[in-house]
């Protein structure tokens, strides 16, 4: 489902879309309840549970309060995702109803409405913030005459834009093929049923059987592809862990800045945009901490509201690059309203991936966006010893010296130690090993020798230990 066509007049091409919302009100009578709101404050009363110090100030054993996405703010997600699919959004509507329509979702009367408005627009399709099932979207395609898309498919095509490694365009076409599968009926003659009539039935499978029974060949094949992907992941993962190299993983809602911190902190040149999803191939690389020790970073896709099932199911060969991880930097936007409901879904997907108990550290980015006053409160409150939760400015630099001690601490691999050493003149080798690997605090030259007070990690310390005069 491409929204832009490729090729030198790509402006006159693209597709308008009209967004429709729907706002489902409470029985009790206390305002909207956005999809999975409640799934949402349990993850993120779960995630408080970590081992982050809470504030003395802060009520004991009370829940968090987590400001939800209202059908506005929602329906303002979705403009995004049409902008990053490469649609023009030529118009919007809200429905609010106390419950989805069966039929239609949003009500016959509300679509004829909507037909009408799209159609004054010229929309060329109609994108709904919601997921629709296969009846819901036959449905509303009659009444209004265009395409329609949900929410699902609409990510899942930013998916296939965004694609570029051979993985990443598996791993896509896996999951467009696992949303298309209970969709096939009904679209068109060509995947309808053999006729019925005198003259018109034949032997062998439907149709509509045989489209399934190719979709099924196709999704098996690519299973077992990504399964080689996934042994070949695990191979060079077993030679990682061989060595005394632990991996940082990057998670966060999309667009909160993980590419952009990862490129300030690797230098790696990785595409950082404002566009939802930009980054889907996972990339790692290699930082040096303060202490001198080498870790890998590994920068993930990131998470959003609603994430389908499907796509987690069909990443996870890369997003076990999280489930690994010795540390998870959680990265959000603090210059966001809705940086908390944003944090409780990504609580939601690393339940789903199992590795919500994993060591973690919360990043919050883009202070820049924030008054310098509250920008520098920050920053110093993020520096305190001990702190759990650590203020950045990406783009600009600010607090990532904090943030490169903050992961030397909270790392345990090849832990690093006071060491007094007491290395030989001669021994020229060790001498530029010390000073390559080791935080050195003093050196005094005496009888032919050169004596160190540093901190090194154990790796080192085991190939220099006939030197160690003190441990």
């Known amino acids: 489902m491409p929204l832009k066509a490729n090729g030198a007049d790509e402006r006159s091409q693209t597709e308008k879309a009209f967004l429709v919302g729907l706002e489902v009100r409470s029985k009790r009578g206390k305002g909207s309840v956005p999809a999975h709101a409640a799934a949402a404050r349990d993850a993120a009363a779960m995630g408080a549970e970590s081992p982050t110090p809470a504030r003395k100030d802060a009520p004991v054993k009370s829940r968090p309060v987590i400001p939800e996405f209202d059908a506005d703010e929602s329906l303002a997600e979705l403009r995004a995702l ?59 395609e009659k009444i209004v005459g265009r395409r329609v898309i949900d929410r699902t498919q609409l990510i899942l095509d930013i998916f296939a834009r965004h694609a570029r490694t051979r993985e990443g365009q598996l791993q896509v076409e896996l999951a467009q093929l696992k949303y298309m599968m209970p969709r096939l009926a009904g679209h068109g003659v060509e995947m309808s049923q053999l006729g019925g ?41 077993q030679r990682r862990e061989s060595a005394p190299l632990a991996t940082v993983a990057l998670v966060g809602y999309t667009n909160a800045g993980k590419s952009t911190l990862f490129n300030a902190l690797t230098q ?13 191939d996972p990339t790692i690389r290699g930082i040096d901490l303060p202490s001198k020790r080498k870790v890998l970073l590994s920068d993930t896709v990131g998470f959003i509201r609603n994430l389908p099932h499907t796509l987690v199911s069909a990443f996870r060969a890369t997003l076990e690059e999280v489930q690994r991880a010795s540390l998870i930097l959680h990265v959000s936007d603090a210059s966001s309203r809705l940086s908390a409901e944003q944090d409780a879904q990504v609580e ?69 130690s006071r060491v007094h050493l007491r290395v030989p003149q001669k021994e ?44």
């Open 428 to 471: 020229g080798k060790t001498l530029a090993m010390l000073e390559a690997r080791a935080r050195i605090y003093s050196r005094k030259y005496q009888d032919g020798a050169v004596e160190f007070e540093a901190d090194a990690p154990e790796s080192l310390v085991r190939r220099v230990k006939q030197f160690v005069v003190n441990h």
């Open 348 to 416: 939601i997907v690393l339940k789903e991936l199992e590795a919500e108990k994993r060591t973690r550290l919360r990043v919050m980015n883009k202070v820049d966006l924030l008054d310098d006053e509250v920008a520098q409160s920050l920053l110093a409150e993020g520096s305190r010893p001990g702190s759990r939760t650590v203020y950045v400015s990406a783009i600009e630099g600010a607090g990532l010296d904090t943030l490169r001690e903050r992961i030397d601490q909270m790392i345990e691999e090849d832990r690093v």
């Open 82 to 140: 049409a902008e990053s699919a490469g649609a023009q959004v030529s118009g919007e509507m809200l429905q609010r109803r106390d419950r989805p329509d069966p039929a239609t979702l949003i009500g016959a009367g509300k679509l004829e409405e909507i037909a009408g408005a799209a159609a004054s627009v010229n929309a060329d399709v109609l994108l709904f913030d919601h997921d629709l099932s296969p009846s819901q979207q036959r449905n509303i």
């Open 197 to 237: 009539g005198i003259g018109t039935r034949g032997p062998g499978e439907t149709q509509l059987e045989t489209d399934r029974r190719k979709i099924a060949r196709r999704v098996r094949h690519l299973e077992q592809q990504l399964e080689n992907v996934r042994r070949v992941r695990a191979q060079q993962r």
């Open 268 to 280: 790696a040149g990785v595409l950082s945009s404002p566009k939802m999803f930009a980054t889907l």
